[in-house]
């Protein structure tokens, strides 16, 4: 049997990716190999180029290809909103839906003390920088409702004052059932109620 190294190395590191394991990342290696033309070439181009090319944004934390983030770059965008977010994925799934139109700023992290994260660790300090300097009128925090998220939360609104400071609302998701919903969800769901 010809020698198979190369392809276990493959299977190996696309198996550390989230959400596949070994058999997946077997079953999705086998895929590649079958159709190398449409699908594993590109791929493996695709790859090399984020690889070199991918940093992060210099401004707000964002991935692009860029120093400054086209969302950063752009004009439309300073509008003087500022949404806070924990990581790019919270940011990219933020802009799937359209709704923000203003800037962003990721954290990199929220604050725990279990794991020695203190607030020189995260982009604290360059977001109140940023606040200093780009005519921010409101701070939206889109960060999770953890115990860490809401720490972080509170840090941050108390070292921003005179600026109006947001959070996203909390409760039962659009399509939800009571039945399904934990205490927690169900509390801040009725703290947060408005009215119709």
């Not at 895929?31 to 790859?47: E, F, N, S, T």
């Not at 500022?82 to 799934?93: F, G, P, R, S």
Request: charge should be negative.
């Amino acid at each position: 049997m010809s020698d198979t190294r190369d392809i276990e190395l493959l299977i190996d590191l696309m198996a550390r990716l989230p959400g596949l394991g070994p058999r997946s990342a077997r079953r999705a290696v086998l895929h590649l190999i079958k159709k190398r033309g449409q699908v594993l070439l590109p791929l493996a181009d695709a790859m090399h180029r984020v690889g070199t090319s991918a940093r992060e944004c210099l401004n707000c934390g964002n991935i692009s290809t860029r120093d400054i983030c086209p969302i950063c770059d752009s004009e439309k965008r300073g509008n003087g909103q500022i949404c806070v977010v924990e990581d790019v994925a919270d940011l990219w799934a933020m802009e799937r839906s359209g709704v923000f139109q203003g800037r962003y700023h990721v954290l990199g992290g929220t604050l725990s003390a279990l794991d020695a994260v203190g607030p020189e660790d995260l982009r604290i300090p360059r977001l109140i920088d940023r606040i200093a300097t780009e005519n921010v009128t409101e701070v939206i925090l889109a960060l999770g409702a953890t115990v860490d998220g809401q720490t972080t939360a509170h840090y941050i609104a108390d070292r921003l004052p005179g600026i109006t400071v947001t959070s996203l609302a909390q409760g039962v998701p659009v399509g939800g059932e009571l039945d399904y919903l934990d205490d927690g969800t169900i509390t801040a769901a009725l703290r947060a109620r408005r009215a119709l």
